[in-house]
């Protein structure tokens, strides 16, 4: 584009979009621009190029912005695209003036004399729409941090949150070819193949009778775990990461508000090796104990689990925490022990703050298009309740309504050999046991399915199959036959 600068296309105009830019012009290329349209003038192939990359928006002069949807509705009609056709667009739509006159698409249209480079122009115009956008975004940050009535907390998820929109833009396309497009294809066919035999949609918890009901944890819900103190919430909580972490290979954060990270492993490393906690935590373990630990750390060392301890967490910083680690490690799925740990400030009243942290929690979930799950407490008042009376209810929630409405699925623990209770209603021994109830489920069924809970290792596992013998992840052909 060297002739470029004999042409005034356009006059540098200064604009000031914030206090950052000042005097100073945006970030942009008229001529990169000029580049853009008169490639898109000379043949279908460069609009649909640039198209792919640019939006009306990615133009920083007014007039060249007019032209590019001018070339885009042509486009869609099937119509030719050429001086003649524009001028005559242009004049129906009252913006000849304007852009110009036809003399500037005359211009334009002798100023580039080639398509082939259409996709290094439009990637130097994105560039510079993606500085105007971060600048833009950066002065309304800054004009924000200084109005003290505004909530920090809630300043910092919007900043992060427009950063996170601009960096989604996307620089480059990435083409396939039909080699690589089948063997995709394929590897998509497969996973529904094997979704469909095996009656789940969402990602197994490992929990056979569970996942009959649940048809696997689903995308963008929000799962409740609730029970009272030493039920077991934090071991099936912790049973369930560990079998999508180990047995299914899927990325998972964990957020401990409770108990630190260190006892947390413990605890997997006692149900992983069957040995009791008590005995891992003073040392009195035996050679054959302590090389079954060597062991089961090995294999959890290749679990792709990333734990947080943070105490009293602010939702919002929980928020930015999922964020980072889906974009740094693509987690599949998030756990949060406990819902009623997690702090909202500025709230007028505790109903409120949950009532927040509940939302919160279902829109990391939807945002980031992975299941959530959230630990939370049952009012005391359960325990005083007389025999069968004291199964729990979605009333039992601390601060329920809120928590009630948003979840997707509601599980409760129940142990009722905690109780006294030595049987169920079909005479069957409750030792070793406990009741997973189905409270919620916005789009299932609900009930009640029994698992092992083996209380020295602090594990969860299926009444039929132990870890051993549970089902592994279907594989899938990822290669697909020799197209």
Do not use: W
């Not at 500085?131 to 940050?141: C, H, K, N």
């Not at 029994?450 to 596992?461: D, P, S």
């Amino acid at each position: 584009m060297s002739t470029a600068k004999k042409i005034n296309y356009e006059s540098k105009k200064v604009t000031s979009i914030n206090p950052i830019v000042g005097n100073r012009v945006p970030p942009n290329s008229i001529e990169a621009e000029v580049a853009v349209l008169g490639a898109m003038m000379l043949n279908k192939q460069a609009i649909s190029k640039a198209t792919e990359l640019l939006s009306p928006d990615s133009f920083y002069s007014q007039k060249h912005k007019l032209i590019f949807e001018a070339i885009i509705s042509l486009s869609e009609k099937n119509e030719t695209v050429d001086i003649i056709t524009l001028s005559e667009f242009l004049t129906k739509t009252g913006n000849l003036d304007d852009i110009g006159g036809r003399a500037y698409l005359a211009k334009i249209n002798k100023e580039v004399a080639t398509a082939a480079n259409v996709e290094q122009y439009s990637l130097i115009v994105l560039e510079k729409q993606l500085r105007r956008d971060l600048i833009q975004s950066s002065g309304e940050v800054i004009n924000n941090a200084y109005d003290d009535s505004k909530d920090i907390l809630t300043e910092i998820d919007k900043a992060e949150s427009e950063i996170f929109r601009i960096a989604e833009k996307r620089m480059t396309k990435n083409y396939q070819g039909m080699k690589e497009l089948t063997k995709e294809t394929y590897r998509q066919i497969e996973q529904m193949r094997v979704r469909s035999e095996s009656g789940l949609t969402g990602i197994p918890s490992g929990l056979i009778d569970l996942d009959k009901y649940l048809g696997g944890l689903q995308k963008s819900e929000l799962i409740i775990i609730a029970a009272r103190p030493s039920m077991g919430k934090t071991a099936l909580a912790l049973s369930i990461a560990r079998n999508l972490a180990v047995e299914y290979k899927k990325s998972i954060a964990f957020f401990s508000l409770e108990m630190a990270s260190t006892q947390l492993i413990i605890r997997l490393l006692s149900a992983e090796a069957k040995i009791n906690q008590q005995k891992i935590r003073t040392g009195k373990i035996s050679s054959h104990e302590n090389q079954k630990i060597i062991d089961s750390l090995g294999k959890l060392n290749d679990a792709k689990i990333f734990f947080d301890d943070s105490s009293m967490i602010e939702i919002m910083e929980l928020r930015a925490k999922c964020r980072r680690l889906k974009a740094e490690h693509n987690i599949d799925a998030v756990f949060v022990d406990y819902l009623q740990l997690i702090r909202a400030s500025g709230m007028e009243s505790r109903e409120r703050e949950i009532s927040i942290i509940s939302m919160t929690l279902k829109q990391i979930a939807k945002e980031l298009e992975i299941p959530v799950i959230a630990l939370a407490q049952l009012n005391r008042s359960i325990e005083s309740r007389p025999g069968k009376s004291r199964s729990p209810m979605l009333s039992d929630l601390r601060e329920s309504g809120s928590i009630e409405q948003d979840a997707d699925v509601i599980l409760f623990v129940q142990r009722v050999e905690v109780y006294g209770q030595m049987e169920y209603e079909d005479k069957t021994p409750t030792e070793g046991t406990a009741e997973i109830i189905i409270g919620k489920q916005r789009n299932g069924p609900i009930g009640t399915v029994r698992v092992a809970f083996q209380k020295n290792y602090a594990r969860f596992e299926n009444l039929s199959y132990g870890y051993e013998e549970m089902p592994e992840s279907p594989a899938i052909n990822s290669d697909g036959p020799n197209f």
